[in-house]
């Protein structure tokens, strides 16, 4: 087999990081009381709502300018805004341009919004770490975010969840993570897609598991230690996507790694699946409290279906730019809890004319 | 259809871009190219902390078209760390109480569409309760 890793001519990493959690949760014993009784286990303990004035390009220019105070550099520097999400508020408009302008990154840019379901936010990683190692661009901005639906009573509206999480990809000398390489394990897969003009998502049940999650997030995962030679116990940390609390626990554990090494990057208990930005906002949640020196690995994974994994090495960076912005512990403290009915309008649930 | 006006204002509305006086300092907003504290003409461009506090409140039951779908929701003046007063809508409130003085910070929100659900989407500042490190 061919080197299959992805690895940029002039080495990168992450300059600044962000993450975004809105204030409203909506604990999953209360969907259960209003669809199942108390019947069953329940995937999360509570998931994060947006306030009725919250979308994606709101929540990504809240992370974006989370990111932009750790990196310390002007918005000018950026040569790429990038949005992942399977939640952009218009079907024809970028949510990158909004974005980009709000933090004044205009106008010598690429913008472009990414789709591939749970993965486009990894995929704008990639592709900012190619923009950056290739020499074309010093600084690019990728972010995963989504406000994801659920359709009412379906498995899905237990998890659902909105957040997300912004990169800055910069040179490695500037870096307080360096990317040290990727790969990407992609196949044509049914689990989970929404067609144009619905507005709640389709899922193959039982085929999202074993030939669609596990298959995906191991083989990238695998395939991305063998060929640098590392094994779980290489990492420090290690996040994984996390639709739901078991999955990402039982996907550690086929790859070795120790229930502690994936504990802070383990959000999903408390704020849902934020799908694009699920498994990036659990490696700020890891970076917000991490020593130079540490190894992290992260795969994320998408519907349809593919996996993005990557080897990360925390620098000395760290210490000076973890606190230069709100850490993800602190928006997750930032707790209101709501009601089915609130929720119902919040998430325009409810039907006016 | 409001469209060159929402254009026109978006650097202000998204990212509470102001100006500086280059002569006193003095810190202006919404920007109107002559200084309010001196007289001449003011034209650098200033982003504001986004650092302020509540001066006074009031909170809208009967909302004006386009904004219906909010109501209730709370207007404040705020008092920006740099001087200038701007009124905006008040958000992630919770189920905290407002009060004079309470510290607040700007936030770029979804304010309204243009016209119904097939208009574009104006952005612009609002503020909320300053989130207080953990
Ligand atoms: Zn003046």
Redesign the interface.
Known sequence: MPNTLLTPNRPVGIVGYGSYV???RIAAREIARVWAGSKGGLPVKEKAVP?????V??MS??AARNAMLRAQIEPAQLRAVWVGSESH??AV?PTST?VA????AVPHIQAGDWEFACKAGTEAMVAAMGFVGSGMADYALAIGMDTAQGKPGDALEYTAAAGGAAFIIGPAENALATLNASYSYVTDTPDFWRREYQKYPEHGVRFTGEPAYFQHITSSSKTLMAELGTTAKDYQWAVFHQPNTKFPQRAAQMLGFTPEQIAPGLLVPVIGNTYSGASIIGLTAILDIAKPGDRILLASFGSGAGSDAFDITVTDKITLRAGLA??T???I??R?EIDYATYARYRDKIT?K | MEIPRHWRLKQQRYGLVGEVCPHCDYKIFPPRDVCPNCGDEAKTLYTFSGKGEVFSFTTIYEAPTGFDHAAPYTVAIVKLDEGPMVTAQLTDLGDQPIEIGMPVEMVTRKMRNDGDERGVIVYGYKFRPAVVAA
């Open positions: 809105p204030r409203y306030g009725l004035d919250e979308d390009i709101t220019i809240e508020p218009y408009k909004v302008e709000a933090i004044g709100r850490k512990q602190e928006y403290a930032r209101t006016m």
